[in-house]
């Protein structure tokens, strides 16, 4: 008995802050995660999990599979025990990387049983002024603009591109990456989320295009899977303080709701975007619609984008 107390009495006492960024250092090899230590005892971090949140870079470590590091792995750690004095200790992560463009959640284990962890990109608190540089905000939703984050793919294609400019006779899945500002709340995207294109030279509903959000695993217009909000819906949590907790990239194809399939743009022409937001909030549902990006789709793509 005394023995479980002073198991748990070391527990309660250990404590540990990520720095910010949280991963640095970065070469072929490796790199490191920076932490301190802000308990009364050391801290020995026995496993790192590597989860893929946002594949828009590399696929590794998926959700389904994510990188489980210990001591004794390869990819693994090493440096793991953390002193007390230490206030930028450097756990080393080896044969492994995550600078790759690609969102990632980032979990520390101690031998105590305590969780820590961090995500990757660090996570930044959108502006509270006006101005929202390339960032566009939904009710609780924040819906980034810049290139890496509206992107596409084509084909077989498991890494995606910038999709400001895009074939025009190629199918595409659109990927679009989003998070959650509320505190208060998390979101869930309902089947009825849907993109919807229209061209300069419109004259009619006829020419509009539209795609329905796809299921979280779809990678390119080869493996689109149906949206399902029921068993495997887009759930943001709530952000921290310091910001979103995470960064979704959501995908875009389906040529109807809770449909499969993919579309051209079928012409040569900019197309303004808007997307159609519905989602719960609070258990509650509503719907809001944004004026998106401006895109350009060519047959001569890329050269002539």
Known sequence: MQTKIS??????????????PGALNFTVQGFDINVTNTGA????????TITNISPTGSVQCPISNPCILTGTSNPG???QIVKTTDSRHMIKVNGLTINDGSGYKVGLTSANGRAYGFYFPWPLTPPSSGNGGFVASVGPLAIFLDFKSFNFTQG???????????P???????????SNIATDSSVKLRSPTMMQMQPYTANGFGVLVRVWIDDPSTLNPNTVVAYNETTNP???PAANPNGPAVYAVLKFSATSQNGVGSVAMGQDNNWITFIGFYYEYRGQSQGQTIAFVDLKSTASWPSSC
Do not use: D, G, H
């Open 156 to 166: 077989s294609q498991t890494a995606s591109q910038s999709a400001f400019c895009v």
């Open 168 to 178: 025009s006779t190629s199918s595409l899945v659109f990927w679009i990456r989003a």
């Open 234 to 236: 887009y759930v943001l």
């Open 7 to 20: 198991l748990l009495q070391q527990s309660l006492s250990e404590s540990l802050v990520v720095n910010q």
């Open 77 to 79: 750690i090493s440096n």
């Open 41 to 48: 005892v050391p801290v020995n971090i026995t496993q790192v």
